[in-house]
């Protein structure tokens, strides 16, 4: 027996050395490697302060949520108030008005918007056309590039009741009698929102989704034309098949951010939110938040209402990602 411990001691022994002698081996491999992309990661350590600096450091904020801040007060050192600030927030008469447009506008987004872009993509993948496809996409991409202050100066003109190309083109046609105020009637606003929105998106939302249609195996279209499929059944059964853990993926981040409503579309089409014919139906959580928090220097209320939203979205990412991994097997998480 204990010639036995002794040979089992020492093949212990022999393989603690062996997984030293690896770990040493891959620190030092690793440090190699490091030394030789020296130049490559110097580049990525600006990305690394800015990181740190807009998204870690700002965290520290979180804290005036609980505390009754004012200016002038040494950050983190306010008179500490707990859940008051977000008690104060869910009994606020105008809090169920601004949920209400929120998750109406961004639930009218993910309805119309999410899938707009998957047949824009697949639609437009099916035309034969090299050059006249690759113009087409390029136009799409265009109205990304335009800033929300432009992009909304260009709505007014474009939807003006005096002249504007809407008006005129409807009352010509005689579908309207007379110019319809598009963007001073609250209950057009929603409307007006998501259709903007998908304007200003549809292009760019796509690419990822060209992209994914050009990793399809081109032997599983000819095969599915040898077996008699049609176009519409290759759409279906191949390239939207094929790219459906894409379309799950992001649809899971879209729920996650279901509750932002696009702070800067919902500003430059309310003029700021100076127009308060459209308050009723504009008025969001961001917008709220905006408000209330900087416009009436109740900085702590602001913090408690945007936590308030992030853990929402958070559970609502979970909740969302839960779903998606026992239906589709596709998951974040």
Known sequence: MPGKQSAIQNSLNVRGEKNSNRNTKERESFFRDFLKQADLQVLVIPAIFLIVIFSYIPMYGVLMGFQDFQLGDFPGLSPWVGFRHFKTLLQDPNIPIVMRNTLVISLLKTVINFPAP????????????????????????????????????????????????????????????????????????????????????????????????????????????????????KMWHITIATILPTIVLLFVFNIGGLLNANFDQIMMLTNQMTNPLLRSHADVLDTYVYRVGLRESRYSFGAAAGLFKSAVNILLLLAANKIAGKISGTSVL
Do not use: C
């Open 118 to 233: 998957i047949l824009f993509a697949v639609l437009l993948n099916e035309l034969m056309g090299k050059h006249f496809k690759k113009a087409v996409q390029t136009i799409s991409y265009l109205p990304h590039f335009i800033s929300w202050v432009v992009a909304a100066a260009l709505m007014f003109d474009f939807f003006s009741v005096d002249n504007g190309a809407v008006n005129s083109a409807l009352v010509g046609m005689g579908i309207i009698q007379k110019p319809i105020h598009f963007f001073g009637k609250a209950e057009y606003f929603w409307g007006m929102s998501v259709l903007t929105d998908l304007w200003k998106g549809l292009g760019w939302n796509s690419i990822i989704y060209f992209a994914a249609i050009s990793s399809v195996d081109a032997q599983l279209y000819e095969a599915a034309e040898i077996d008699g499929a049609g176009r519409f059944t």
